[in-house]
Nanobody, 126 residues
Framework: QVQLVESGGGSVQAGGSLRLACAAS????????MGWFRQAPGKEREVVAA????????YYPDSVKGRFTISRDSAKNTVYLQMNSLKPEDTAVYYC???????????????????WGQGTQVTVSS
């Protein structure tokens, strides 16, 4: 059963914006933390944004802080990643993920996530 479906990737010039969406099942959205990760060719998968179950706490690594925003829409069971001021180094496949259990704080470790979307390509040209 597919639990996470991503959309919104594409190609954009440096300085542009994209918004990714991740539609989750009601069960997953209401019971698990959510996060966004990315993986560039030849590199490890890394977290770019994470939020706790209630959505009132978030985490961003320095590489995207101030440019990316994660948000949860309870009415739509959807998590968004708003990406502004995109750079060529942001080029990667982006994945949304949900944790095994709920946490009160954002979760950064890949090992805590057991549900993954199919991935969506983001390409930023200079």
């Amino acid at each position: 059963q597919v639990q996470l479906v991503e959309s919104g990737g594409g190609s954009v010039q440096a300085g542009g914006s994209l918004r990714l969406a991740c539609a989750a099942s009601i069960r997953t959205f209401s019971r698990n933390n959510m996060g966004w990760f990315r993986q560039a060719p030849g590199k490890e998968r890394e977290v770019v944004a994470a939020t706790n179950l209630s959505g009132d706490r978030t985490y961003y690594p320095d590489s995207v802080k101030g440019r990316f925003t994660i948000s949860r829409d309870s009415a739509k069971n959807t998590v968004y990643l708003q990406m502004n001021s995109l750079k060529p180094e942001d080029t990667a496949v982006y994945y949304c993920a949900a944790t095994r259990i709920a946490y009160t704080t954002p979760v950064l470790s890949l090992n805590a996530y057991d549900k993954w979307g199919q991935g969506t390509q983001v390409t930023v040209s200079s």
